[in-house]
């Protein structure tokens, strides 16, 4: 294997077919492309230490390890504008050559999603290679009093302090759960990263936090062992049906539903609920995104989606995904087309609602730093 990693950038039949297809297109692809002795920069558009970064440092080496040629993929971190900066990089310097892939958060849709002018990339222009729906967990300091999420009314009335990328990343998602509850939560704009939001968490700067599931794995849970962080709840997953349900990753855990009848005494619904689901369906069932950029050529999105495929067979991958990913799986084709669809768009009338909610509570205004 030739992946390095940049300290700095789911029937018998059917997975028998499924394995020989990916083992034809990767043959074919394999024959026509070659990445020998290149690197492969992995452009991720936040800071180090935060979900989005943790997942692609997982799949890069085994990436690199199964592309034709094993090339060195490395991890490139952009961090800045609540995703945009890096993104707008991207879509104006990435060659079709295969060498560079994008991998895009809530936080990138999101922008894109409510009219940002800071944006200026169009996700209809790219190649998706990979989709990876994931979760998270939001958690607050046990100087809260909160000491399970059995307890989560205790947070009513409290001042709580929430680390922030911006409203128009991914934290809208909590930003506008958090409102809907009814909670008092003072959101700090400006956070390059979710990795950022997690050290000013452990610093005591903050009392409330979330973090992807990937991350919060990784970095939160060790907190939690250590009794210095409390979770309170996942956001959930959807059923085929889009029905909320618990995340299977966070099983004990209540999704964001049940959580805001246990602070609220009823279930949520109404034009607020309605805003956070559209902005929660887009920023979790259909998460994080690799992208090749436009006028990549057929054979090279072959070979990556076949890279992709193999890489999932891996042992190591087998072996290691639950622990770092959870039990989300990564998907190509057409799947990752489906929740490429559902990740980037969003009606007129919940897009201004959210917006103006934005202008008139926060002060935010698009474009601006947040």
Known sequence: MKALLNTTRRGAIAMTFGAAASLALAGSAMAEVSFEGKTIEWI?????????DTWARFNAPLLGKYLPGEPTVVVVNEPGGGSTKGTNLFAARAKPDGLTILGTSGSTQFPYLLGDPRVRYEYADWEIVMASPTGGVAYTSPSTGVTSPEEIAKLAGQKL????????SLDLVPLLGFELMGLDVQHVFGFKGRGDG???????????????????????????????AVPLFSWGVLDENGNLMRDPTFPDLPHFGEAYEMVTGKAPEGPGYDAYFAFFTAGFPAQKMVFLPKGTPQEIVDAYQAAVEAMKADPEYQENKEAVLGTYEQVTGQAAQALFEKGTQITPELRKQVVDMLATDYGVKLGTDD
Request: glycine share 12%.
């Open 44 to 52: 991720i558009p936040f800071s180090a230490g935060g979900g989005s």
């Open 161 to 168: 302090v929430y680390a922030s990328q911006g409203a128009t």
């Open 198 to 228: 997690r050290l000013a968490f452990e610093r005591g700067e903050t009392n409330i936090d979330y973090q992807t599931s990937s991350a919060y794995i990784k970095n939160v849970q060790p907190l939690v062992d250590a009794g210095t």
